[in-house]
């Protein structure tokens, strides 16, 4: 079957670095999507990796291990609005994204 | 601005009641998609809709029904047969037919009385 785990809470402080990470089983593989949702709202997307290796974009970066079926987020300098959770999505061979339940992030000051 | 707009935000469905969520984009997005989210869930694939008058059950697709008579809209149809349609609906859209990196609307949150 097809499967995404990621961990289900986190607690971090701010202005601290946090990895969510993320690992999954598919048929056929397209690529490693990561979104944030905050509470009540829709999720936005943050990053897209289908080659191996890390992906900078600001204080967000993302890695992708084809071989090992792994994936992380890295955020940097936490700020507390980055408190969300954090959706993982891997997309198979037939182009569907399967989602993982998501990590909820929580900053602390 | 470009985007994609759901509404209604909070929907009440009394028991036996079919209701309709509507998603409106105006991205020029071939694709469409509605999913539904639980809590401690992933996302889960209702239908998607790849062309205009064309769609497909996704994974959860029993008790709902999808239209796709213009490119721009894909209302969703909560019928009396879904059972347990408490939930929060997110449509999507991709610029074209399934691969590319999905934007999501704001959302509708079903409850039943």
């Known amino acids: 079957g097809q499967n995404i785990d990621q961990p289900t809470e986190m607690t971090a402080t701010e202005g601290a670095i946090v990895q969510i990470n993320c690992t999954y089983q598919?048929?056929?593989?397209?690529?490693l999507f990561w979104y944030q949702q905050h509470a009540g709202e829709a999720p936005t997307f943050l990053s897209y990796?289908?080659l191996d290796g890390l992906e900078e974009k600001g204080r967000f970066s993302s890695f992708l291990s084809r071989s090992k079926g792994y994936s992380y987020l890295l955020l940097k300098e936490l700020q507390m609005k980055d408190s969300a959770s954090y959706l993982c999505?891997?997309?198979?061979?037939?182009?569907?994204?399967?989602w993982g339940a998501g990590t909820k992030l929580i900053i602390k000051p | 601005d470009g985007g994609i707009t759901q509404s209604p935000k909070y929907l009440f469905r009394k028991e036996g009641q079919n209701v309709t969520l509507s998603c409106e984009q105006n991205?020029?997005?071939?694709?469409m998609y509605w999913y539904r989210q639980d809590p401690g869930q992933g996302l889960r694939l209702i239908y998607y809709?790849?062309?205009?008058?064309?769609?497909q059950k996704g994974d959860i697709a029993e008790g709902y029904s999808v239209s796709r008579e213009k490119k721009e809209s894909f209302p969703l149809t909560v019928t009396s047969a879904q059972k347990n349609p408490t939930a929060f609906y997110l449509c999507?859209?991709?610029?074209?037919?399934?691969?590319?990196?999905?934007?999501f609307g704001p959302g509708t949150r079903l409850l039943v009385l």
């Open positions: 999507a859209s991709t610029e074209g037919q399934g691969w590319e990196t999905q934007y």
């Open positions: 991205l020029n997005h071939d694709a």
């Open positions: 809709s790849q062309i205009v008058n064309d769609f």
């Open positions: 598919t048929s056929g593989f397209n690529g």
């Open positions: 990796n289908v």
């Open positions: 999505a891997a997309m198979d061979s037939n182009y569907q994204l399967i």
